[in-house]
C-alpha cells in the first residue's frame, strides 16, 4: 500500500510524489509504475513495507451511486493488484445460472439451430444462483442444479384484420417449467426464475414459422463462458487531481474553462480557477495542449484511490456482486496461507 514516509521527520515532497501520484503531460504519462519492494527507499530513509495497522487506519470504501443494477464506489488505501483482482473475480469467478443446453424440437426460422443457441444462452436469466448447485458432468439433471425453460411460438396472420401475431420472439416467450420440488424453492411470484427483460428479442418470425425448444440453465462462472458472467462491465480508474496555477485569472480563466470538454473547470469570487469536478476528467488533456496552460495546469492520478464502476447484468444485485467477490477473494488469500504455511512446516 502507498504509505506516507519521512525523512528525520521532514517529508520529500518530489519523492512522495513519485510514490502515490501518476502524472500526465501532453508527452504521455509520467510515473506510471507502481514501486512496492519494501527496501526500495532504504538509500534516503524511506520504509516502504506494508504495515497492517497503517493499512487499517487508510482503508475506506465510500459510495457514490447504487442502484439495483449499477454501482459506483471508491476504494482508497489499496494497491493496483488488488484492484485488479477485485475486478477480474467480478468479471470471471463470481457464478450464475445461464441456459447451457438446448434441445430443439423444432424450428422453421431463417435461423440455424447453431445460432439460436448461442443466442438463447446470452439472455440473461434473474435467479439466485446460490440456491443451487454446479452440475457435476455426465450426470442426470436434478431440481437441485437445473432450471428449464420452454420456448414456443408460432407466428400467425389474423384472417380477419391481416394483423401478424408473434411476428417476433422474445424473451417474455421463455416460460420456466419446474420441476420436483422447484415450486417451493420460489414461493414468492417476483423469486421465480425469469430472463432479466421481457423485451429482448430473440428472432423474427413469418407467417407459419414456429420454434420450440427447451432449454436447460446450469450453475457456471464467467471463466468458462460470459454468458455466466454476472457483469456487463466492471471497471475502475484512479481518482484524478487537477491543480490550476493561481496566476490564471480573467481572460486566460475564461479561456482554460472553454478548453475543457468536461467543464471541469470553475471560475470562484476571487477569479481564481479550480477543478470543482474532478471526476468528470476524462484525461483527454485538452487543458495542456497549449504551451500558455501547459506550465500552469497538473494533471495526476493518486495511485491507491480507486472509482469502481459495476453495472450487472441483473442476476444479481450490484452490491451483492462486489460482497461475493470479497469472499472469493478471502477464499484466494486463506488457500495462498495455507500452502505457505504447508510449506514452512
Not at 440456491?131 to 431440481?143: D, G, R, V
Not at 389474423?158 to 424453492?185: C, F, R, Y
Not at 480508474?237 to 475564461?254: C, E, F, M
Not at 468536461?262 to 481564481?272: A, L, N, P, R
Request: contains cysteine; aromatic residues 6%.
Amino acid at each position: 500500500m502507498v504509505n506516507k514516509s519521512t525523512t528525520n521527520g521532514v517529508s520529500d515532497p518530489n519523492l512522495e510524489n513519485k510514490r502515490t501520484k501518476v502524472t500526465l503531460t501532453n508527452s504521455g504519462v509520467e510515473n506510471a509504475r507502481g514501486t512496492y519492494y519494501s527496501g526500495a527507499y532504504t538509500s534516503v530513509g524511506y520504509d516502504n513495507s506494508f504495515n497492517l495497522n497503517r493499512f487499517k487506519e487508510n482503508f475506506k470504501i465510500n459510495i457514490l451511486s447504487e442502484s439495483a443494477n449499477e454501482l459506483v464506489f471508491e476504494m482508497i488505501g489499496i494497491d493496483a493488484p488488488i484492484a485488479n483482482a477485485l475486478r477480474r473475480i467480478m468479471i470471471s469467478e463470481i457464478p450464475t445460472m445461464a441456459i447451457e443446453k438446448v434441445y430443439i424440437i423444432n424450428n422453421t426460422s431463417i435461423l440455424q439451430d447453431e445460432v439460436l443457441a448461442h443466442r438463447l444462452g446470452m439472455i440473461p436469466i434473474k435467479v439466485d444462483p446460490r440456491k443451487f448447485n454446479f452440475k457435476l458432468p455426465n450426470k442426470e439433471y436434478t431440481a437441485e442444479d437445473t432450471l428449464i425453460f420452454q420456448l414456443k411460438v408460432k407466428c400467425e396472420k389474423d384472417s380477419v384484420t391481416g394483423k401478424i401475431i408473434n411476428e417476433t420472439a422474445l424473451s417474455k416467450h421463455l416460460i420456466w417449467v419446474p420441476t420436483q420440488d422447484q415450486e417451493e424453492m420460489f414461493p414468492n411470484e417476483e423469486d421465480r426464475p425469469r430472463p432479466m427483460e421481457d423485451d429482448i428479442p430473440i428472432m423474427k418470425l413469418r407467417p407459419g414459422q414456429v420454434i420450440d425448444i427447451q432449454c436447460y440453465c446450469e450453475k457456471n462462472i464467467g471463466r468458462e463462458h460470459i454468458k455466466w458472467s454476472p457483469v456487463c462491465t466492471a471497471s475502475y480508474r484512479l481518482q484524478p487531481v487537477i491543480s490550476v496555477d493561481k496566476s490564471i485569472k480573467g481572460d486566460k480563466a475564461n479561456q482554460l474553462l472553454e478548453k475543457c470538454p468536461k467543464k471541469v473547470f470553475d471560475i470562484e469570487d476571487s477569479g481564481q480557477v479550480v477543478a470543482a469536478r474532478p471526476l468528470d476528467c476524462t484525461m483527454c488533456r485538452e487543458c495542456i495542449r497549449d504551451p500558455e496552460f501547459e506550465q500552469n495546469v497538473k494533471i495526476e492520478r493518486v495511485r491507491d484511490h480507486f472509482i469502481f464502476s459495476i453495472e450487472s447484468t441483473g442476476a444479481l444485485k450490484s452490491r451483492e456482486i462486489f460482497q461475493e467477490a470479497i469472499k472469493i477473494f478471502i477464499e484466494k488469500c486463506n488457500i495462498v496461507e495455507e500452502s505457505i504455511n504447508k510449506l514452512v512446516n
